[in-house]
């Protein structure tokens, strides 16, 4: 009982800080509203078009912005006060969700209004998560920063595993514009935790100013630094072909295994469940650094081409579930891995670099992944997804051994070079 309560302890200590506590009670609620909308408007675009290419198109749209402002939002992240930021463009999120609620609860939603509120919820994000991410050393410190990390991978999946699923019961049952009111009265949840967070216990990093070429001079930084370049093109990889489940999940629901709504619920939940378990694992016995990234992307390839086979859909379930857990192992060790090695007054510019990686890259890759299930079948935008993961891998592995070739290198004496 002692060894279970000392696991217990080591596993939530992030939790242990009260301005975490309350920012992980605010974002439970918030999550899951975020997770009903995504599954809703992916339901929703194909039940209106009818088609792979146009749902890709619709999650272009929305990450768009990523990719052409997310550095950007890094310099600003560096430079104001991150948490006021946050409060800022959650609410704006939350006016945003309830706008396409109601369009889509009195029936006149059109695909372009779609689109145009996805771009306008990607540009928020391109603002809002690198400032997110960055905050969250200033609320934990840099002991609690893995554990926080990882916990909040989980809470994420907790979300995804709940939000889908009764998403997909709602959509059945009265319909996708109830999801969105749901996220969009979510929003008060984490809004509230952030204004009444105990400032004085807070640690923010100095202001980087306002000087001109502080973009340039992030990504100089970034190049000039393996540690930190490298993460960044594995997920720029992954980013791009991998994590397009909002293309991908949906297609296959509908299009491979022929399950419907329900089904594409399901097959999400069983994806956050697999993540909720390797978040756990993560955050308990996690490891960081180029190594271990290296394993989890191979994992995460080897299990996404088991869901890419799977031929119904129990044995899909049990795939996702590994998947998900594979996936969050290498997105929670790479952000550790970036949040540790950067400076502080560089950490918000490099975690936008890992957002645009992570989610900018979507433009590139929701279309090709849309377009490649159009041509050849649901089951091949999983299959990519997959082969693109040990790609990643291998990247990883050959400057692994290049460090240590230079290392090696570096230690034999002069005469011997």
Same mark, same amino acid.
């Given at each position: ?5 000392? !696991? ?42 009818? /088609?792979?290419?146009?749902?890709? &198109? ?24 991150? @948490? ?20 889509? %609860? ?25 400032? @997110? ?59 509230? /935790?952030?204004? +009444?967070?105990?400032? =004085? ?19 100089? #930084? ?7 370049? %490298?993460?960044?093109?594995?997920? =720029? ?5 991998? #994590? ?37 694992? %993560? ?11 290296? /394993?989890?992307?191979?994992? $995460? ?31 929670? /060790? ?10 502080? &007054? ?8 890992? $957002?645009?990686? $992570?989610?900018?890259? +979507? ?11 159009? !041509? !050849? ?27 240590? @070739?230079?290392? =090696?290198?570096?230690?034999?004496? !002069?005469?011997? @070079?």
């Amino acid at each position: 009982m002692t060894r279970l309560i000392g !696991a217990g302890r080591v596993t939530f200590a992030a939790l242990a800080v009260p301005n975490f506590r309350r920012y992980f009670a605010g974002q439970s609620i918030s999550l899951t509203g975020t997770w009903m909308q995504m599954a809703a408007q992916s339901w929703l675009v194909l039940t209106l078009t009818h /088609s792979a290419t146009a749902l890709g &198109g619709i999650v272009a749209l929305q990450t768009l912005p990523v990719l052409l402002l997310g550095p950007y939002g890094g310099v600003v992240a560096d430079r104001v006060d991150k @948490r006021r930021l946050m409060v800022c463009l959650q609410i704006v999120m939350g006016v945003q969700a309830l706008i396409l609620g109601l369009l889509t %609860v009195t029936g006149s939603v059109r695909v372009w209004e779609i689109g145009a509120l996805a771009a306008l919820l990607g540009l928020n994000n391109a603002f809002e998560n690198p400032a @997110r991410q960055a905050f969250m050393l200033e609320m934990v410190g840099p002991e609690n920063l893995r554990n926080a990390v990882s916990l909040n991978s989980v809470l994420v999946n907790v979300a995804r595993s709940i939000g889908p699923a009764v998403g997909g019961v709602l959509i059945a049952t009265v319909g996708t514009g109830v999801c969105f009111l749901f996220n969009s009265a979510s929003f008060i949840a984490v809004v509230a /935790s952030l204004i +009444t967070l105990d400032r =004085a216990a807070i640690s923010p990093s100095r202001p980087s100013g306002r000087e001109p070429g502080q973009l340039r001079e992030g990504l100089r #930084y970034v190049r000039r630094t393996p540690e930190l370049a %490298v993460p960044l093109v594995m997920m =720029a990889l992954v980013g791009c072909l991998a #994590y397009e489940f909002q293309v991908t999940l949906p297609v296959m629901a509908r299009e491979g295994l022929h399950v419907g709504a329900t089904g594409f619920g399901f097959m999400t939940a069983a994806m956050g469940v697999g993540a909720v378990f390797g978040g756990l694992l %993560v955050a308990a016995k996690g490891k960081t650094g180029l190594p271990m990234l290296v /394993s989890a992307a191979t994992a $995460f390839g080897v299990v996404m081409l088991f869901a890419s086979l799977a031929p119904n859909l129990p044995i899909e379930l049990v795939a996702l579930a590994l998947t998900g857990g594979a996936s969050i192992s290498f997105m929670s /060790s790479g952000n550790s891995t970036l949040q540790l090695g950067a400076a502080p &007054g560089m950490r918000g510019r490099v975690m936008s670099l890992w $957002f645009v990686a $992570f989610q900018g890259s +979507t433009p590139v890759g929701g279309p090709i992944v849309g377009w490649l299930m159009a !041509a !050849a079948g649901a089951r091949a935008g999983l299959g990519l997804g997959a082969l693109t993961c040990l790609l990643a891998a291998l990247v990883g592995l050959l400057a692994l051994r290049g460090a240590a @070739r230079r290392s =090696a290198g570096a230690s034999l004496p !002069a005469g011997a @070079r």
